[in-house]
């Protein structure tokens, strides 16, 4: 599969003076996507998807409050999106209850607001996730969801404003326990 996509106002750029965000006026992102699922045994899947693409503007201006210019932002690649992306799993089912194993790799990217891309970009991140879920009634089922399995520390977020950059770590190890009805 291959895409694009022309957009209009797709990236926000923050004004320091008004506090408001603006919007780059075009932008271009294209790429390929793969897919695939395999089933090697009646209780086991095997799926994943790769995604490379490339995000840049197409035409947009940013006003620089430190030189008092404009700085012309057309061919640069747009901020927080990866030129790569995967997503592997591993599902195992045993009777009423499914094992899912998920593997996400994120590719480095430019950080937030870092609209001329002179920042030093964000690291890539491979975390694992981990579900557990079973059915109670046609209906109904437990669930137990493990983010970030091995407790893997990296960044998900960084805000690049006046030459410093802001780090937002991602969450450590998290746990979700859940009892989901469908009606």
Partial sequence: LSFTTDSISSLTNFD????????????????NEL???????NNIKLSGAITKME???QNGYTDNWITYTS????????????????????????ENTVFELQNIYVSSQYQSFDNLNKAPKMGSYNISNLHIRTKTAPNQEIYLNIHN?????????????AGTSYYNPADLRSYSLGYKVNF
């Fill in 149 to 161: 399995l091995f407790n893997y520390q990296y960044i998900s977020r960084t805000i690049y404003s």
């Fill in 71 to 94: 700085d012309n932002l057309e061919g640069l690649y747009i901020p927080m999106t990866p030129d790569l992306f995967y997503t592997f799993k591993i599902n195992y089912q045993l």
């Fill in 16 to 31: 320091t003076f008004s506090g408001q965000s603006q919007n780059i006026q075009k932008s271009k992102r294209q790429g």
């Fill in 55 to 57: 995000s840049k503007i």
């Fill in 35 to 41: 897919k695939a699922s395999f089933l090697p045994a």
